[in-house]
T-cell receptor
Framework: KAGVTQTPRYLIKTRGQQVTLSCSPISGHRSVSWYQQTPGQGLQFLFEYFSETQRNKGNFPGRFSGRQFSNSRSEMNVSTLELGDSALYLC?????????????FGPGTRLLVL | AQSVAQPEDQVNVAEGNPLTVKCTYSVSGNPYLFWYVQYPNRGLQFLLK??????LVKGSYGFEAEFNKSQTSFHLKKPSALVSDSALYFCAVSAGSGYSTLTFGKGTMLLVSP
């Protein structure tokens, strides 16, 4: 099976712009989670979607949003970008929403905000 | 709230020697514990997980981890380190109920010298 894919792999934006990141889960996986990884804060949970419904949300401002489509593909959007949004954004998919299903990660999208 | 502590930012070991990467956790109820590895500019790769049963869990690439409930620890081990094991290792915990998310530790950089 193909793994989790994320597009684009790299992005450069300026402050105030918005950005949309895409994630295609492993075939058959219905749960998609998003994480932000920075050197200072480490890996932080953004949100989780299962069957097009947001099940969990991390402690991020409303500028961060996401959605999941009927084919389980997911997008996340960040509006009004700030310098501190520069990070590696990781998407992970699993079979179900509940633990202990293993989450499999994509390669990430590296976002640089100037 | 659930949390993970990886007390060492970096672990240095010579090739051929055994390695241990430490992890302690805090969670309400039964924990589900995971180890992931991250190579430069890559996403996270799943190594192993503990759900229930045998306290010694065997995973990919010769890694294993020992679950210790009384010490709330889940240390990652390998009998003989390889230079190619050099990477960033993350421990993660999820509570065993509801739609709990993964909480990651800060990560431990493992450096294996030839």
């Amino acid at each position: 099976k193909a793994g989790v894919t994320q597009t684009p792999r790299y992005l450069i934006k300026t402050r105030g712009q918005q950005v949309t990141l895409s994630c295609s889960p492993i075939s058959g996986h219905r749960s998609v989670s998003w994480y932000q990884q920075t050197p200072g804060q480490g890996l932080q949970f953004l949100f989780e979607y299962f069957s097009e419904t947001q099940r969990n949300k991390g402690n991020f401002p409303g500028r961060f949003s996401g959605r999941q489509f009927s084919n389980s593909r997911s997008e996340m959007n960040v509006s009004t970008l700030e310098l501190g949004d520069s990070a590696l954004y990781l998407c992970a998919s699993s079979l179900e929403a509940s633990p202990p299903e293993t989450q499999y990660f994509g390669p990430g999208t590296r976002l640089l905000v100037l | 709230a659930q949390s993970v502590a990886q007390p060492e930012d970096q672990v240095n070991v010579a090739e051929g020697n055994p390695l241990t990467v430490k992890c302690t956790y805090s969670v309400s109820g039964n924990p589900y514990l995971f180890w992931y590895v991250q190579y430069p500019n890559r996403g996270l790769q799943f190594l192993l997980k503990y759900i229930t049963g045998d306290n010694l869990v065997k995973g990919s690439y010769g890694f294993e981890a020992e679950f210790n409930k009384s010490q709330t620890s889940f240390h990652l081990k390998k009998p003989s380190a390889l230079v190619s094991d050099s990477a960033l290792y993350f421990c993660a915990v999820s509570a065993g109920s509801g739609y709990s998310t993964l909480t990651f530790g800060k990560g431990t950089m493992l450096l294996v010298s030839p």
